[in-house]
């Protein structure tokens, strides 16, 4: 299966408000509510910040915010601060027990 | 808690295979698949496959079949991938990654390196 298509960079100020897409298929992303997002900062292993497209689990700040919509996922970043400055990856369960993650989206924050 | 150790760093010539470990603990270990995902230098996420460790029955992705195995011992709690015929492309970071009940990988390794070199 292909890659999930994500923007290779984004960029917002402190205070903004940012969004990242994650375009897929109808065979992942548009067949499944089960596309995750996940934070890497450099040098460390990523780090789960949404699940099933909307959920934030334990301990997640609430200015992470996922929605999906037909073949498109997208992770919304408000109030955008120093610290979000990292690489985000979507990824989608694609059915018959695969997975499939985007090719990543350098963010950083100006 | 949960915590996923995975076995240090290795080192391989071209040619050769590798197999990197990963141990679970803090939970039910044959509760949840266990999911294998590489990163090459500079580069992004690539999922290679799962394993569930309840009854070893596998996953992998079209790339990889046929080069690479998991396994898993249950008495240990430790699941391990093995990539064979390894070539310098091969370089990366491997991730284990425990697969979330919301088909997510909720939490991770903290990555083993292996470097392929002549």
């Known amino acids: 299966q292909s890659a999930l298509t994500q923007p290779a960079s984004v960029s917002g100020s402190p205070g903004q408000s940012i969004t990242i897409s994650c375009s897929g298929t109808?065979?992942?992303?548009?067949?499944?509510?089960?596309v995750s997002w996940y934070q890497q900062h450099p040098g460390n292993a990523p780090k789960l910040i949404i699940y099933?497209?909307?959920k934030r689990p334990s301990g997640v700040s609430y200015r992470f915010s996922g929605s999906k919509s037909g073949n498109t996922a997208s992770l919304t970043i408000s109030r955008l601060q120093a610290e979000d400055e990292a690489d985000y990856y979507c990824c989608s369960y694609g059915g018959r027990s695969t997975w499939v993650f985007g090719g990543g989206t350098k963010l950083t924050a100006l | 808690q949960v915590q996923l150790v995975q076995s240090g760093a290795e080192v391989k010539k071209p040619g050769a295979s590798v197999k990197v470990f990963c141990k679970a603990s803090?939970?039910?270990?044959?509760?949840?698949?266990i999911h294998w995902v590489r990163q090459a230098p500079g580069q992004g996420l690539e999922w290679l496959g799962r394993?569930?460790?309840?009854?070893?029955?596998?996953a992998y992705t079209q790339k990889f079949q046929g080069r690479v195995t998991f396994g898993r011992d249950t008495s240990t709690s430790a699941v391990y991938m093995e990539l064979s015929s390894l070539r310098s492309e091969d370089t990366a970071v491997f991730y284990c990654?425990?697969?979330?009940?919301?088909?997510?990988?909720?939490?991770w390794g903290q990555g083993t390196v292996v470097t392929v070199s002549s």
């Open positions: 394993i569930n460790p309840s009854g070893e029955s596998t």
């Open positions: 099933e497209v909307t």
């Open positions: 109808y065979s992942d992303v548009g067949s499944h509510n089960l």
């Open positions: 990654a425990r697969g979330g009940a919301s088909y997510d990988l909720d939490y």
């Open positions: 803090g939970y039910a270990f044959i509760s949840y698949y």
